[in-house]
């Protein structure tokens, strides 16, 4: 041990743990903030022009919520087709902090621990992460497909005075496939 410094190799590497710990729960906290101002139930709808020129209209709601380790994102696409089908998809996403501020991993699986971890984009498993910037919640979800293609999914929901401005994109191997916007009133 060196005369001036008290503390052995061993304390000291306790310190620098003790003090990542605490600075990683603060980054923790300064997310979970952020969060908070997204946090509720909004409800909108979009039409969308296909292909062929017909128009798709479709009913839009999210639901975003604060969990015991992050938040969780609940959305929900209505859609209205002809002869009066409808066609709904949901999809439910928590998401835990990562060691990057304002970056989010998705928890869509456990493992053989039962800790919340990423899907597998190699067997065909969405990658999902979120992101935080400024006023905007983003959501990506990455596919490759069984030709090592890929399809990038974006949902950019910004906050405005009274609910979300929703913005999806979809590119699918550098090409851009779709584009909807709409505007999300909040509910609660």
Request: aromatic share 10%; with cysteine.
């Amino acid at each position: 041990m060196h005369p001036i410094c008290p503390l052995s190799v061993t304390g000291l590497r306790r310190v620098l743990f003790g003090a990542l710990i605490f600075l990683f729960g603060l980054n923790v906290q300064a997310a979970l903030a952020d969060i908070q101002r997204f946090v509720g139930s909004y409800s909108g709808s979009a039409e969308m022009v296909e292909s062929d020129g017909t128009i798709s209209p479709r009913d839009l709601s999210v639901t975003i919520r604060e969990t015991q380790k992050g938040f969780s994102v609940q959305w929900t696409t209505l859609t209205h087709k002809a002869k009066g089908e409808t066609k709904e998809s949901t999809y439910d996403i928590d998401f835990v902090p990562s060691e990057r501020a304002g970056v989010f991993a998705a928890a869509m699986k456990k493992n053989v621990f039962g800790h919340a971890v990423q899907l597998d984009p190699m067997k065909g498993e969405p990658y999902v992460w979120a992101r935080i910037t400024g006023d905007t919640l983003t959501i990506y979800s990455l596919f490759v497909d069984a030709d090592g293609g890929y399809e990038l999914q974006q949902f950019d929901r910004t906050l405005s005075q009274d609910g979300l401005d929703l913005q999806f994109n979809r590119i699918s191997d550098g090409k851009h496939q779709r584009t909807i916007e709409a505007y999300l009133k909040k509910l609660d």
